[in-house]
């Protein structure tokens, strides 16, 4: 019986992560709108808006702020379609994207002063967020030695995917049916709630009462558990 079901696991186990080398670029949306006509460079008196607006409460220094490759877009932003970047950019305001958002560069920050929007979001630059992140589906967030993300608001999606083992992801607050972090090895709740929505035939293969089976594939997948939320994009 338990070959049985450690055969169904490992039929599973390649729709639970992305066979990809963990620094690989991350491109998940499909479509995405050229979005480079809604930014310009950023000035001095943009980064002082910046400044001001986080008011020391968040260090700006590992951002890079003082970089001269940042863009900006002036007022709220609203995208109709999926977008991705690998670039620095800063929203003086609100982003409401009517579709899904995909960053892919591991040193090139967003900085958003005001709420994110999306259906679905997979952030593998580094964020800054004065507001709240809203997500009807799920939300992929990724921090790093240099780069912490931090939402000074809430997160609030149907599911959380948070990669926190080697710098915290801040946020005020969380609400969503399950929240994985990549940080607890041991939370296999969590994890089953995640698999049930990803891949419901994890049910059907006896997966989903398999403890051993779940803390398995949590260990191996946690560290690229953004192709949990490109899957659904």
């Known amino acids: 019986m338990f070959k049985a079901r450690n055969c169904g696991w490992i ?6 992560m992305l066979s990809l080398p963990v620094q690989a670029e991350l491109r998940c949306v499909a479509n995405a709108v050229d979005i480079e006509s809604f930014f310009s460079a950023a000035t001095a008196e943009d980064k002082q808006q910046v400044e001001q607006a ?16 940042w863009k900006v877009h002036r007022g709220d932003l609203v995208v109709e379609g999926n977008i991705e970047s690998n670039q620095k950019l800063i ?7 009517k579709g899904n958002i995909s960053t892919f560069s591991l040193s090139n920050p967003w900085v958003i002063l005001g709420n994110v929007t999306a259906t679905n979001i997979v952030a593998d630059s580094p964020l800054l967020i004065t507001g709240s992140i809203n997500a009807s589906g799920l939300v992929f967030i990724d921090s790093y030695y240099d780069n ?15 990669n926190d083992i080697i710098a915290p992801v801040v946020a005020s607050s969380t609400n ?50 953004a192709g949990n939320v490109c899957n659904q994009m």
């Open 11 to 16: 039929r599973l186990l390649p729709l639970f």
């Open 176 to 225: 969503s049916e399950f929240m994985v972090r990549a940080s607890d090895k041991h939370d296999t709740e969590n994890v089953k709630k995640a698999l049930m929505i990803i891949n419901p035939d994890a049910y059907y293969w006896g997966l989903i009462n398999d403890e051993d089976a779940l803390k398995e594939i949590f260990k191996r997948s946690n560290i690229r558990m």
């Open 91 to 97: 929203v003086l305001g609100n982003l409401t994207v």
């Open 54 to 69: 986080i008011n020391s409460s968040v260090n700006l220094v590992p951002f890079g702020l003082s970089a001269s490759n």
């Open 148 to 162: 912490p993300s931090t939402i000074k608001g809430s997160i609030n999606a149907r599911g959380i995917f948070i």
